[in-house]
Structure formats: C-alpha cells, structure tokens
C-alpha cells in the first residue's frame, strides 16, 4: 500500500467508515495520476479493473475523502492532494493544457483580498479556489 493508500486507510479507520473495494481501487487510482479526473473517468477506470461502481458510490467516497483533506475538487474533476497535512492554507492549481498535468501552488495573498473586499464590498472572505490555466514547463518545448 503506498503512502496514499495508507491516509485513506487510516482516516476511513479513524472515521468509522467502511474500508470497501471501491474505496481501496479509487484511492489507488487517484494515487497514480497528477491529473483532474472526472467521475466518469473514475468510474470507466474502475471497471477497466474489474470493479462496477455507480456514479453515486463514487461521489460518496470522494466526498469523504474531500471531507479529510485527501482530495480537491476542481471545476468537477477530482485528484488528490498533494500536502493533506496543510489544512491552513488554500490550495491552486495550475493546470497544463496541454499534458492535463496539475500542480498544487499556495500563493500568499488571502488577506490583502479579504481586506480588500471587506473594504469595498463588505464580504467576509471565507476560501478561494483557483486554477491558472496555461502550459508546464515539460510542455513549453512541444
């Protein structure tokens, strides 16, 4: 089991969650891939293994697992995180268009737009999720 494996196990252990197939095959999945993945990618995935698993079974583990910090969600697509222990910070990405590759990035700008914004707009800022779109250094080449 490699060390991803072992975060789900042990939150799905400390959580009272049952530690079912599905969940040990989609977080070997997610361990293997820096990209987003949708549930549909998921779910075609898992049956190429072997595994029938609905849309709704797939939603409802990646939501525990988003639950324990394991995994973002972007624009609906999924992929694990890179730093779970970091709970303090927002977590971007950037995101190549050409290779689908995904970075985590933490950018310290938080309060000077929640400054900003309770200033002229009275919003308390509570999270940001952003997404840099563009091409990765391995692709600039290409």
């Not at 789900?8 to 599905?22: G, P, Q, Y």
């Not at 995935?45 to 072997?50: H, I, P, V, Y």
């Not at 694990?80 to 910070?89: K, L, S």
């Not at 950037?94 to 310290?108: H, M, N, R, T």
Request: aromatic fraction near 10%.
């Amino acid at each position: 089991m490699d060390s991803f494996g072992k975060k789900v196990n042990d939150c799905f252990l400390k959580n009272n969650w049952r530690m079912t197939r599905a969940v040990r095959f989609l977080s070997g999945l997610l361990s293997g891939t820096e990209k987003l993945l949708t549930v549909h990618d998921l779910q075609k995935q898992l049956k190429e293994m072997g595994l029938k698993a609905n849309i709704t079974t797939i939603y409802r583990i990646l939501s525990k697992l988003e639950a324990v910090h394991l995994v973002h969600q972007f624009e609906h697509r999924w992929r694990r995180c890179t730093y779970p222990e970091n709970t303090e910070d927002d977590h971007h990405f950037l995101i190549c268009e050409k290779c689908d590759g995904v970075e985590e990035i933490f950018l310290d700008y938080k309060d000077s737009i929640a400054d900003q914004l309770a200033h002229e707009k009275n919003f308390l800022l509570k999270s940001v999720h952003l997404g840099f779109l563009g091409t990765c250094h391995k692709c600039h080449g290409r």
